[in-house]
């Protein structure tokens, strides 16, 4: 007998089990070596234009498609005197109004406020959206104008993944 012209009907076998094989070992690192850089990806930044001075925010999503969890720790922009972590949200007047404070007008249910987040978690296999009206990236005090068209970058530390940097444009998309 000659292995080597054994029927082609049997060729299949071999090739699925190595494909397992390969997958196996791609399932294994994925559980036990620490995530790398590039493993998370960052979709669709856009950042507000505003004038030197002001506020603006930038907008993303992060998507985590591994099996481990991973950890926003901060942003950090050379453009702002400070990038912070926020969270916009709906909190009730009577909780937050100082005494004497009067509530704006049509907020008499509650008020939309920015809570500065420490840190912001990407859970395993999950996506996680900042946008418009809750989770956002603050740019503070604007050291220059960012003109709608403009390309900016933003520097994001993570707890696996270490420093991703990205280029995002201003404007709402
Ligand atoms: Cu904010």
Redesign the pocket.
């Known amino acids: 007998m000659n292995n080597s012209n054994h029927p082609a009907a049997f060729e299949g076998k071999p090739t699925a089990l190595l494909v397992l094989a390969i997958l196996s070992l791609f399932l294994f690192a994925g559980c036990s070596a620490p995530v790398e850089d590039g493993t998370i990806s960052i979709q669709d930044a856009w950042a507000r234009p505003a004038i030197t001075g002001d ?1 603006s ?1 930038v907008y993303f999503v992060i998507d985590n498609p591994f099996a481990q969890d991973e950890v926003l720790l901060s942003a950090n922009s050379e453009l702002a005197s400070a990038t ?1 972590l ?3 949200m709906m909190v009730e007047i009577e909780d937050n109004m100082e005494d004497g404070e009067e509530a704006m007008p049509g907020m008499e249910d509650g008020a939309m406020r ?1 809570m ?1 987040q420490e840190n912001v978690p990407i859970p395993a296999n999950t996506a996680v959206s900042f946008e418009p009206g809750g989770l ?3 740019l ?1 005090d604007l050291q220059e104008e960012l003109i709608e068209g403009d390309m900016i970058s933003l520097t994001l530390e993570f707890e696996q993944a270490g420093t991703i940097v990205i280029e995002l444009p201003v404007g709402a998309r």
Do not use: F, G, Q, R
């Open positions: 506020n925010a912070e926020h969270m916009t920015m500065p956002h990236v603050m503070i």
